[in-house]
């Protein structure tokens, strides 16, 4: 069959295709690989630095602080989450941005805005190439070329950084700035709070949720602007952060509880629950709230325990079992403290359970369980013949 010129330039078209294709995918994976050398040069930061502006800055901002939803690109925060991670689980991260337009950047577009990330945290401006081996981390590779560490930096007035870990017995605390002692709320505290604190959820007693605070008003609040942004741990989530002498208590999914400055939006500690290997938080791992008073902030854990944890340095003081977490309690909405009890609604307490839901206090001091009420009388007790013969599991 006699060929056109219309054939064969389509033919042509086609090969080159494929030739470009296969280039392109070679370049994806020299730049990607695990192993062997990966270039830094000035040029490639420098383009990287332009990728960035063009298809990154707009969520992640130009100095890549982030904001809302983008997560900071450089700091505390980001080193945290990423330097001890394989270097490839960043390089199949960067190939997902940007989220509306997945893998619609080049190859040499995207190792570009990589070395540029590893320049803005600290990569030496000498270093022209990196060495790539099995396990190699974002953290490893910065502390071997010339990288600043991910510890906080020291800044006149503010406490050194210890940036210690200490294990509980079911969770993990990583202290990062040795805090001064801290004024213990009371409960005249909770009662009548400090109008510069939020001690409880919805603020006091009375859930009113209301800040007698007068500086923002109508007036200016047209002129508020960012003052910092926290990337917090992915998942569902619905936080009703603590606020006393300038320190927010916040919680994250699965029970990741931390302690910022709340003026700068510093970490100051961590606690991460350990969760037995029987049990998994599932996807709704969020906790409400958290409770605070005597030095100590109170944690109702997903796998049905009450936590306490040491307002200062994050350290676990004592915990204490609620429930079984084999039988679906768990706890969700957060407790709140009354005269130095820790009081406390399970959750996952369904329907067709004997023991049915009920609500615990715990001393604040010691973790000790002082009482428990069903919420469903059990038979015996005041109300409990409120049903007449219907079994309790109904």
């Known amino acids: 069959m006699k060929r056109t010129t219309t054939d064969l330039l389509a033919v042509r078209r086609a090969v080159l295709c494929v030739g470009l294709t296969l280039l392109a995918l070679t370049a ?12 830094a040069s000035p040029e490639l930061r420098t383009t990287g630095r332009q990728v960035y502006q063009d298809a990154c800055a707009g969520c992640h901002l130009l100095d890549l602080t982030g904001a809302f939803e983008a997560s900071a690109l450089v700091g505390v925060n980001f080193r945290a989450v990423w330097d001890s991670r394989p270097w490839s689980e960043l390089v199949a991260k960067v190939q997902e941005m940007p989220p509306t337009a997945p893998g619609s950047l080049s190859a040499g577009e995207y190792e570009a805005v990589t070395t540029f990330l590893l320049s803005a ?3 030496a401006d000498d270093v022209r190439s990196i060495e790539i081996a099995g396990g190699t981390t974002l953290g490893s590779i910065l502390a071997g070329a010339g990288g600043s560490s991910a510890e906080l930096p020291p800044r006149a007035g503010d406490p050194n950084p210890v940036d210690t870990a200490i294990r509980g017995p079911r969770g993990v605390t990583t202290t990062f ?3 001064p002692e801290l004024e213990p709320v009371t409960t005249e505290e909770l009662t009548n709070p400090d109008p510069s604190d939020w001690l409880m959820v919805r603020r006091t007693y009375d859930a009113w949720g209301y800040s ?10 047209g002129a ?15 936080p009703n952060p603590l606020v006393h002498d300038g320190i927010l208590y916040l919680t994250n999914p699965a029970n990741v509880i931390q302690a910022l400055d709340a003026s700068e939006g510093t970490l100051l500690w961590e606690y991460r629950r350990e969760f037995a290997e029987d049990f998994s938080p599932g996807g709704f791992n969020h906790l409400r709230n958290l409770a605070i008073y005597s030095g100590k902030i109170f944690v109702a854990t997903k796998d049905a325990y009450m936590v306490a944890l040491d307002a200062r340095t994050g350290e676990t003081v004592w915990e204490t079992q609620i429930a079984d977490y084999h039988k679906g309690y768990r706890n969700v909405s957060g407790p709140i403290v009354v005269e130095g009890k820790v009081i406390n609604g399970i959750n996952g307490c369904d329907r067709f359970y004997e023991d049915s839901c009920f609500i615990t206090a715990h001393d604040a001091e010691t973790g000790e369980e002082l009482w428990r009420t069903f919420t469903i009388a059990h038979p015996g007790e005041p109300g409990g013949d409120t049903w007449g013969d219907l079994p309790l599991e109904l």
Do not use: Y
């Open 224 to 238: 508020l602007r960012l003052a910092w942004v926290w990337a917090m741990d992915p998942g569902v989530n619905e």
């Open 28 to 39: 994806q994976q020299s730049w990607a690989q695990e192993t062997g050398p990966l270039s």
């Open 177 to 179: 700035v040795d805090l």
């Open 212 to 221: 007698p605070l007068g500086r923002i008003n109508a007036a200016n609040v």
């Open 121 to 123: 945290n600290g990569l």
